[in-house]
Structures are given as C-alpha cells and as structure tokens.
C-alpha cells in the first residue's frame, strides 16, 4: 500500500493493483472563489495508470470538487457514504457517473481480490477504512476531529473492534466553518479563531491516540481565504501550533506523526519527503497578492446584467422567506436582519419576518436592526439558489454576522429562512421518505442506533461529554481536563 498526497484532502493510494483517488480538489478555488490552496496542490502522476475507485467522503465542495471531478473519465466507481437521501448519488448521476457504490454506515465490500472496504457515517461526514497488501488505512478526514470526546470514543472504539490493527490514519485537524471568525459577538469581547484552531489540533491528536494507529497524518487544513474582509484568518490559523506537536505533547509518542507537503509519498511506516514544509503566515500573503491575484480580480468583476440578477436574488430570499417562514419561525419567533453587500454598497436588504410571514425587501444601509449580514453578492446568490448554497457563506468564511450574545444562535434560522438546503423531516415526511425507500431508511435507522446508545450512557454517568467544538461558549472548545482523559482511558 503506497499514498501520495495531492493536497488538502486529496489522496491518490496504491493498493492491491488498483488505484484510489480521495476526496479530489485541484482544479481552481472552492466555495464561490473564496478558498484556494497553498501549498499548490501537486496531482501529476494521477493518470499514471487508470483510477479505479474515487472515494468522497461527504458533499462539502473542497471535497466534492465538481470541475475536478469533470476531468475523470465517466465510467470511474465512485464510493459515496449512503445517506438518508439520495442528493449526494443523484447529483453526482447528473455529472454522468453512473458507477455510484453507496456504502451504508458499518458496512465491507470487497472492491477487488484483496481489497476491502468498510464506511463508518457520522451525520454527514463518513470514515473510509481499507484493507489490502497486510495493511489497514483509516481515512478519518473530517468526521472526528470537531466531535466531542464522546463521540470520538464511541467510534474509535467501534472500528478498532472491527480493525484490530491500524496501521495508518488520515485525520482533519482544520476549521472549515464561520464560527467564529465570521460571528462578531456586538455586546461581548470577540473570539480568538486561534483558540478554536487549538481545539481542532487537539481533536486531531486525541483521535490519533484512540485509534492507535501506528502513523497518524493531518490532512484537509490547506484553505486559504482570498477575501479582504477574511484574509487575517490565514496568519491567525497559523499562529496555532502545529496538529504533529499538539500529538507529541500529549504523550502520543507511540504514533508516528509528520507534516506532509503535497507531493509527498507514504511507503509503509515511512513519509518520503519532497521537502515541503508548514508555510508561514508571509507566504500566504504574498500568495493572495501574487499567484491568486488574477483569479480573485476576475471573480471581483461585475456582470453586465447586474440588475436584472439584483431584482431575480431580492425575488428569490423573498420567495424563499415566505414558503419557510411557519416551519422555521415557530409560532412565537420573529426575525429582523439587515444583509449588505461588500461589492455593491448601494444595495441593502431588510429581512423581517415571523410565524405568519416574512418578506424581504430593498433598505437603507443605516437602517438598524439586530442583526446585520455583510457578504459579497455570489455568495448571497448561493444561498438563494443552490440546494446546498450556505455552505458557500458558512464554510467560505465569506459573511460576517453581527449579533448580540444572547441572540447568536439565530445564525442558523437566518440561513434556514432564506436559503434552499431541505429542512429537518416532519414525521409526515419520514414516513412518505421510510414507504418511498424502506432499505435505505432501515440503513439510516442503524447508523442512528449508536446515538441512543450514547444518549443512554450519557444518562447512566458513564461518559462525560465536557467538550463541544461546535458551541458559543469558548470554554467548552477545547477542555482536555484530567477527568476527561481518565474516563477515555478508562474506556479502552
């Protein structure tokens, strides 16, 4: 089993005489211009020999590269988690694959003579482990790393039972979403992005630990934002140490670790370096203001019917509003929120609604309201219009929101309330959902079952779950406290 790193989450791996493609991503930026990669992503060598399998681990767009996925041949086998519905398979259908394995949560299946498969799912995110030439590799990617404890517990717990030795794990360490570099607290002081950085290195390390693998690499932290307004994330997520030495500190030194560069191979237990190196806060810099430079120019430029697609955008959030406000609202919410537009100052919008109705319509700039989105006009029109559009503002880090403490967890009725991703099934849907695909419902219903386990756990005081990487509160980011360590120890 070799690998060679292509770049952010990007594999290509060499396994019992065929070819496995991860998580592809190098032809031009993610998330509406906003991310690129640096250092550049290296995929010579891909068409060295035919691509047998392509394996992507979840929808998010630095993982399902649509113009990257454009350059393989049509007839690739491409490994998809299965997920209660069926989004992920038919849009990848409408890109003209049609050889889609769709892997349920815990199931094996043999790719080929001496090649195996199995997926673990959490939530949206999914776990890829294989099996081949004496060796077992676990592509954890983005699905464990901002878990809480727990979490991470319960399935390292549940693959280690499964994969008794682990010799190599791929694992996430970087923040993907906006919280909280784009969510500025108005009445409180400001989060530090680098904290929460920490907090994902440390995430990094204690899975490496559970899962006992004998090489662990950090993997998917690659992004660099080009926006003016995001562009001090760069040197901020910098500033955090890296994932290896987060892994070295905390007494992993049973796991060998390394920093990989793209290029970079993976023979056995040993990282065949290409000299590559973690880049500095100047260099990145001196990216956006050079290599990035025209690319970012020419997505800044303005279409030349801006004005029919202004009026088509106002149109559509105030359809969008209307259809959703009962179900998003509730019967006592309300919401006011002012959007402006970096690349057209002239043009604001007020969104006001509550449980009878909500409207968007054309504002001044001054006028208040609790809340104000500041984005650029694509990525508004993202949310408007693609299914899965607020991905482009959450995870881009191309939106700042105001809002004050007590109302920070409005963030997601906003983008709810305007944008198209499907909202939670009623219980009227889930049936009509169970009778149109029963299997495919039996298999959600499965991969749910460890939930209730942990639930009743939880309940019983056998697992503490004292970390949220996904709350408002700072102190719960990152809390690797001695009891925490302890009851982890004390589940192996």
């Known amino acids: 089993m070799q690998l060679r790193y292509i770049g952010h989450a990007s594999f290509v791996i060499d396994v019992a005489g065929r070819r496995i493609v991860c998580d592809p991503w190098w032809n031009g930026p993610a998330f509406a211009g906003q991310w690129f990669q640096y250092p550049a992503p290296r995929p010579d060598g891909v068409d060295d020999g035919p691509v047998d399998f392509v394996f992507i681990s979840n929808g998010h767009e630095d993982h399902l590269h649509v113009p990257t996925l454009r350059g393989f041949r049509r007839d690739t086998t491409l490994i998809v988690p299965r997920l209660p519905e069926t989004g992920l398979r038919d ?4 890109l003209g694959f049609e050889r889609i394995v769709e892997l349920g949560h815990g199931e094996r299946r043999r790719l080929a003579p001496g090649l195996d498969a199995a997926l673990y799912r959490n939530r949206d995110d999914s776990i890829l482990v294989l099996e081949g030439d004496g060796r077992t590799l676990v592509n954890v990617n ?6 809480p404890r727990h979490i991470i517990d319960h399935f390292c717990d549940l693959i280690r039972a499964r ?8 694992v996430g360490y970087g923040i993907s979403t906006w919280f909280p570099a784009g969510i500025q607290i108005t009445d409180d002081v400001g989060y530090e992005p680098v904290v929460r950085e920490r907090a994902m290195a440390d995430g990094f390390a204690y899975v490496a630990r559970r899962l006992g693998a004998r090489l662990a690499l950090p993997i998917g932290g690659s992004q660099v934002f080009v926006d003016d307004a995001s562009r001090w994330i760069n040197a901020e997520r910098l500033r955090a140490v890296s994932p290896c030495e987060v892994l070295r500190a905390q007494g992993g030194h049973t796991v ?3 920093w990989l560069a793209p290029g970079d191979r993976v023979v056995g237990d040993t990282v065949r370096s290409m000299g590559g190196r973690r880049p500095q806060p100047e260099e990145i810099d001196a990216a956006v203001r050079t290599v990035f430079a025209l690319a970012v120019a020419e997505r800044r430029q303005r ?3 801006e004005a029919a697609r202004a009026s088509r955008l106002e149109r559509a959030l105030s359809g969008n509003a209307r259809r959703r406000a009962r179900r998003v609202l509730g019967p006592d919410g309300t919401m006011l929120c002012r959007i402006d537009l970096r690349d057209m100052p002239e043009w604001s919008l007020l969104v006001e609604g509550d449980a009878k109705g909500a409207r968007v319509t054309r504002c001044d700039r001054l006028r208040l309201a609790p809340m ?3 984005t650029r006009f694509e990525i508004l029109e993202a949310l408007a219009f693609q299914d899965y559009g607020d991905e482009v503002l959450t995870r881009g880090c191309g939106a700042t929101l105001q809002v004050r403490q007590r109302d920070v967890h409005a963030y997601r009725t906003i983008l709810d309330l305007l944008g198209r991703r499907t909202l939670a099934a009623r219980r009227r849907d889930s049936l009509f959902a169970w009778l149109w695909s029963p299997r495919r419902r039996f298999d ?15 309940r019983r005081g056998q ?3 004292v970390n949220d990487p996904d709350s408002t509160d700072p102190d719960l980011w990152s809390p690797l406290r001695q009891d925490s360590l302890s009851l982890a120890a004390a589940d192996r």
């Open 142 to 147: 983005d699905a464990l790393h901002a878990a």
């Open 163 to 170: 994969h008794p030795r682990i010799d190599t794990a791929l």
């Open 372 to 374: 104000v989105l500041t």
């Open 91 to 94: 849009f990848l259908r409408s």
């Open 463 to 465: 697992i503490s779950a």
């Open 256 to 258: 060998q670790t390394a």
């Open 444 to 458: 959600a219903w499965k991969r749910d079952r460890h939930w209730a386990r942990l639930a009743a756990r939880l």
């Open 303 to 305: 279409s030349a019917c």
